[in-house]
């Protein structure tokens, strides 16, 4: 089993509509953890940081299930802009290591 | 401006040419790495660094060298490069609950 898992995609969702991603990690001692977004390519750009309690930033929300293991990302209102690949990252306590699922892939339609 | 340098952006080579890629963080990290991407793979480690002088392996260091003489760089290094070491090579500075920056990447081809 891998120890960061996404469902690669693509997820096509039209303007306007919401969009969840889950990811799950393997490591319950797992400490923290991240969303990044990477464009075609490109180098992988922090959207958030995922706490304890959830936490939101506009139109974006990231959830923490540390009993099931799992975090999500919910994007409301898409944009055509949010069309990108979408990195779950997982750091186990006491490290700096950094372990990264392989991406879910979003394209948002006109 | 927080920033994470990698050079060259673009390499093409041939096997066995001895080639260093370069990295330099302006955040006064510690914690620096260095990772590939390959499809359907994602980001695996390559090496990471805590500190200067001390580094050690990732999941996959086979064919790469690192080294760690000031806190600002960290480059990397193929003794002799091999065609499975064509890949999409990106520099991070940070981590642990921190989030990690991203150096612009270094396209590697080896023929």
């Known amino acids: 089993r891998k120890e960061v898992e996404q469902d690669p995609g693509p997820f096509n969702v039209p303007e306007g509509a919401t969009v969840a991603f889950n990811c799950t990690y393997s490591?319950?001692?797992?400490?923290?953890f991240f969303w990044y977004r990477q464009d075609c390519r490109k180098e992988p750009k922090l959207l958030m940081s995922v706490y304890s309690s959830g936490n939101e930033d506009g139109r974006f929300t990231a959830q923490l299930n540390r009993a099931s293991q799992y975090i999500s990302l919910l994007i409301r209102d898409s944009k055509l802009s949010d069309s990108a690949t979408y990195l779950c990252v997982v750091s186990p306590s006491g490290t700096y290591k950094y372990i990264f699922g392989t991406g879910t892939r979003l394209k948002v339609l006109a | 401006e927080a920033q994470v340098t990698q050079n060259p952006r673009y390499l093409i080579t041939v096997t066995g040419k001895k080639l260093t890629v370069t990295c330099s963080q302006n955040?006064?990290?510690?914690?620096m790495s260095w990772y590939r991407q390959d499809p359907g793979l994602g980001l695996r480690q390559i090496y990471y660094s805590m500190n200067v002088e001390v580094t050690d392996k990732g999941d996959v260091p086979e064919g790469y060298k690192v080294s760690r003489k000031e806190k600002r760089n960290f480059p990397l290094i193929l003794e002799s490069p091999s065609p499975n070491q064509t890949s999409l090579y990106f520099c991070?500075?940070?981590?642990?609950?921190?989030?990690?920056?991203f150096g612009d990447g270094t396209r590697l081809s080896i023929l």
């Open positions: 955040m006064n990290h510690e914690y």
């Open positions: 490591n319950s001692a797992s400490q923290s």
């Open positions: 991070a500075s940070g981590g642990g609950d921190q989030p990690q920056h």
